[in-house]
């Protein structure tokens, strides 16, 4: 399995001392909590794209390029790429550059955000937003995979003999997630393609999450991708820890009241009896994550929400201590047990050049005979 962080990236007042930090300032903190998530020996760092105040990342590419010539093992992802909104073909062209200056370690999660107004803000319909996103993606995935694309749709102007460059490192295109939260679509759209589908369940009780991901196994399945038990799928979810769980409690209460994505709701107790949300130690947290595979069976990548709510840099990379040093190794551990030899690992850009050069053997083994 693969453990990482996401961020959304909001520039939000600390509630305990009022003081609002400034976007050079939070682009700087994130820049800093993926340093420290390969320090501490996580795998993944993904950022959320936003085009709107409280939010500052607006250009996830130019982001993660940064962290990539400062990382030399940490996987760079995103938690959102807009693909209603964006360009497919920018997006193609983008993604395979950030492929290339970091060594093939980028993949990337199509969502459609939760921002209504961005829509127009790029000249698109909200109406059509599942419309977009699955004519937006089938396009990106042939400028991927085809040198030469010639194409028409509904959203954008036709495409005649066009080659989006660069192309792809190795010709692998970056492993893609599919990112949703209630859209039965976007599930099927992951299982037709036989991507990842990632259930960011951090609003959301177990037995919603659990239908959405039988829905995606069973249609992976059916489009002959391999088995159910076979498909890819990665969780979301949020984490707060102090070696004492009171202390956690105690500190994490005032974000909690009032952040942005959940405050002014249910307490603090109803969120994390309902939902993946985790305040307490780091052995509560574990027990908890470790619960998410009965519902979700064996996954494949497991991300946590850490730097929300106005939460100070210096708290958050002590979280992230906490995580690396205490939680991970042990979920790691537990994870591998009884996990069937049939469960594929995560997918890297080392295992999809391997495949490729696999399948590219068995064709010429073939034709030969």
Known sequence: MQFGIFTVGDVTPDPTTGRTPTERERIKAMVAIALKAEEVGLDVFATGEHHNPPFVPSSPTTMLGYVAARTERLILSTSTTLITTNDPVKIAEDFAMLQHLADGRVDLMMGRGNTGPVYPWFGKDIREGINLAIENYALLHRLWREDVVTWQGKFRTPLQGFTSTPRPLDGVAPFVWHGSIRSPEIAEQAAYYGDGFFHNNIFWPADHTKRMIELYRSRYAHYGHGTAEQAIVGLGGQVFMRKNSQDAVREFRPYFDVAPVYGHGPSLE??????????????????????????????????FLMDHAGLPLKTVLEQLDLLGEEVVPVLRKEFAKNRPANVPDAPTHASLLAKKSENTQNAEEVSAR
Do not use: N
């Open 270 to 303: 109803e969120f994390t009896a309902q939902t993946p949300l985790t305040v307490g130690s780091p052995q509560q947290v574990i027990e908890k994550t470790l619960s998410f595979r009965e519902y979700a069976g064996d996954y494949q990548r497991q991300l």
